[in-house]
């Protein structure tokens, strides 16, 4: 028999001071959105399986938790990610004209981790622009990512931009069969530069040679140079490689590379993609990108932008917290003292009261000072 506190494995408690400090980042990002004019939303956690899976690619269906409704008989979803709710939201309850800047936070579960020590309950915070299908919702999608990672301090962050499109226009172009279509994202995603040259092998030696140099083409500036010299020249890759240049250019100052093989994501993303890095970390922190068309089963077909982060990942990234601290009271029928704590506490102190018979258990407070009552007042004193 397993121990009744024993949890799934990647599912874990968020445990004093680390949830603390969750709390804290959660509130400080909000507030960064909110002051740049991203509107708060609530998804459910669950909704009707079709509607959290609508334009979404393989690897989202198989990353949801699916159960049966026992109202309705139907299948339901737990979410897996709130971008498609964010989608709906946005298509089906607002239904606004021009431009809506949305954002989120909350849990979402997963079937599986992302990566060994991965977590499958990420506690995901995003902002999404919907109703612009131009590069410069990009760049304000760029420039708010750089902001929610320097503001929860994130150390080392590095900004790997990628093109969903390109990859398409050139599938497009080389009359890859989806199969092999899919079998090559999997692989450039990998950087299996031998699976690669495998899937692309029955193609004209341009194609297979542009497919096998997509791994190498990363860096800055240079990087986009000599991808205008090896891949095809295609509208489509012209202009992709247009809007990674802006991309680059706006990010002066921050650690950007483009990296024409990071296909990191859910599948869904169609343009521009990020993929945001820290300091010691292997996975990515935050991911996001464009996915236009979001919304069009719900009636309205809108372009969209946007980025979402993990912050357990950010916890990850953080020096560890120490404790709260605070000012420890005794437990005392003592109307001065009743006022004297309630005054602290509303200045922003943390007041514990110390329940009779605690004495020995003080430490575990993690209190560093105490009100001591001297000359017939109520002062602070360092434990």
Known sequence: MQPAWLLPEHIEDILPPYARVAEALRRQLLDLFDRHGYDLVCPPLVEYLESLLTGAARDLDLKTFKVVDGLSGRMLGVRADMTPQAARIDAHLLNRQGVARLCYAGPVLRTRPAGFLGSREPFQIGAEIFGHARIEADLEIQGLLLAALEAAGVPDVRLSLGHAGLFRAMVAGSGLEAQEAQALFSAL???????????????????????????????????????????????????????????????????????????????????????????????????????????????????????????????????????????????????????????????????????????????????????????????????
């Open 189 to 383: 995603r990998q950087k299996d530069v031998p699976e690669v040259a495998a899937i692309t092998a029955r193609l004209d030696a341009p194609w297979q040679t542009a497919f096998c140099t997509l791994p190498d083409l990363y860096g800055g500036r240079e990087a986009l140079q000599r991808a205008k010299d090896v891949l095809p020249d295609l509208p489509a890759i012209r202009l992709a490689l247009e809007d990674l240049g802006r991309l680059l250019d706006a990010g002066q100052g921050a650690d950007i590379r483009v990296d024409l093989a990071d296909l990191r994501g859910d599948g869904y993303h169609n343009g521009v993609m990020f993929a945001a890095y820290a300091g010691g970390q292997a996975r990515a922190v935050a991911l996001g990108g464009r996915y236009d068309g979001a919304g069009a089963v719900f009636g309205r077909s809108r372009p969209a932008t946007g980025f979402s982060l993990d912050l357990r990942q950010i916890l990850d990234c953080l020096p560890q917290p120490g404790p709260r601290g605070g000012i420890l009271a005794p437990y005392r029928e003592d109307e001065d003292l009743r006022v004297r704590i309630a005054d602290l506490r509303a200045a922003g102190e943390r007041v514990v009261v110390e329940l009779p018979g605690q004495e020995a258990h003080r430490a575990e407070t993690g209190c560093h000072r105490a009100l001591v009552r001297e000359a017939g007042q109520w002062l602070i004193k360092f434990l």
